[in-house]
């Protein structure tokens, strides 16, 4: 059984960090595709950041240079380290697994708010 278990939100000031983590069990991290997405208020929710088993990883126009997806193998762990957070990055933040383009498996989320 996959589990995904989101941590690291919070309240944070325009311009500051945060670093989310996503600890999964029953799969392994490193041996497939996993997702950082995320859903403001009202909004659908979109993909931020992708990492492959082969470690390629691709961003979304809007966090591009902000952010970065990692992952730490031994302890089966994604992250996504967020730096010089704005407002319009509020919302709630999801891991997934990617399987042929399609996320699943997602975790509770995180939540993320940014005050200007």
């Known amino acids: 059984q996959v589990q995904l278990v989101e941590s690291g939100g919070g309240l944070v000031q325009a311009g500051e960090s945060l670093r989310l983590s996503c600890t999964a069990s029953g799969i392994i991290v490193s041996a497939n595709t996993m997702g950082w997405y995320r859903q403001a208020p009202g909004k659908q929710r979109e993909l931020v950041a992708r990492?492959?088993?082969?470690?390629?990883?691709n961003y979304a126009d809007s966090v591009k240079g902000r952010f970065t997806i990692s992952r730490d193998n031994a302890k089966n762990t994604m992250y996504l380290q967020m730096n010089s957070l704005k407002p319009e990055d509020t919302g709630v933040y999801y891991c997934?697994?990617?399987?042929?383009?399609?996320?699943?498996?997602w975790g509770q989320g995180t939540q993320v708010t940014v005050s200007s």
């Open positions: 990492i492959s088993s082969g470690g390629l990883t």
């Open positions: 997934a697994v990617v399987y042929s383009g399609i996320a699943r498996n």
